[in-house]
């Protein structure tokens, strides 16, 4: 079945580092990739999202590009702020009749001045 | 987008009580989610909600503990029966427009 693997946190940088949090899928067809953010004490909201290989979403100063070859969907900052702490979600919408969205485990991100 | 409003945002119970959620979309859609977030872990999908027919429950999850109305295209409630403390959690509604899933706020559940 679909499933997502994402790295596991805490994952702690400081001021103006550079992120990476890993996400691969598993999946038949050509899902739908996602990356939710939730910031503290707020709801889950959409980060950035790409809907076919190749695709490079981007949000926020955040990227991830979907590769197909790598069944990989990596979220990306160049430099991160203190306002980026949050839980970050990636998640998977299958192509076929069952779209349910398949989340990641969550990656708590905290970001220290 | 959509714009959702869920309520309560929190709310502490006692245990054997009920608690029921409201979750209202600014617009029609046709199915309404359901999850659930236990601390620390990542989002379950409880029941997805029709409007004119009974709720589709995930398994481990059924409708005795988890009763689930949606009266109109714009509005579900969401009712945990006969809680334990195992139920605290967060609860979040949630909708779908062509790829996207818009949350609400969620309802922070402490039961005690």
């Known amino acids: 079945g679909n499933s997502v693997t994402q790295m596991e946190g805490p994952v702690t940088l400081s001021e103006e580092a550079f992120l990476t949090i890993n996400c691969t899928y598993t999946?038949?067809?050509?899902?739908?990739l996602f990356w939710y953010v939730q910031y503290p004490g707020e709801g889950l909201q959409l980060l950035l999202k790409a809907t076919k290989a190749d695709d490079k979403g981007s949000n926020k100063g955040f990227e991830a590009t979907y590769r197909k070859e790598t069944t990989s969907f990596h979220l990306e900052k160049g430099s991160v702020q203190v306002s980026d702490s949050a839980v970050y979600f990636c998640?998977?919408?299958?192509?076929?009749?069952?779209?349910?969205?398949?989340w990641g485990l969550g990656t708590s991100l905290a970001v220290n001045p | 987008s959509a714009v959702i409003s869920q309520k309560p945002s929190r709310d502490i119970c006692q245990r054997g009580t009920s608690l029921t959620i409201q979750c209202q979309v600014d617009s029609q859609v046709t199915m309404m989610f359901w999850y659930r977030q236990q601390p620390g872990q990542s989002l379950t999908l409880i029941a997805t909600?029709?409007?004119?027919?009974?709720?589709?429950?995930e398994s481990g999850f059924v409708i005795d503990k988890f009763p689930i109305s949606r009266p109109n295209l714009t509005f579900s409630t969401l009712t945990v029966s006969n809680m334990s403390p195992e139920d605290s959690s967060i609860y979040l509604c949630?909708?779908?427009?062509?790829?996207?899933?818009?949350f609400g706020q969620g309802t922070r559940l402490t039961v005690v």
């Open positions: 949630s909708v779908d427009l062509m790829v996207e899933a818009f």
């Open positions: 999946a038949t067809g050509y899902p739908s």
């Open positions: 909600a029709n409007q004119g027919s009974e709720a589709t429950y």
């Open positions: 998640a998977l919408r299958s192509a076929g009749n069952n779209r349910k969205l398949i």
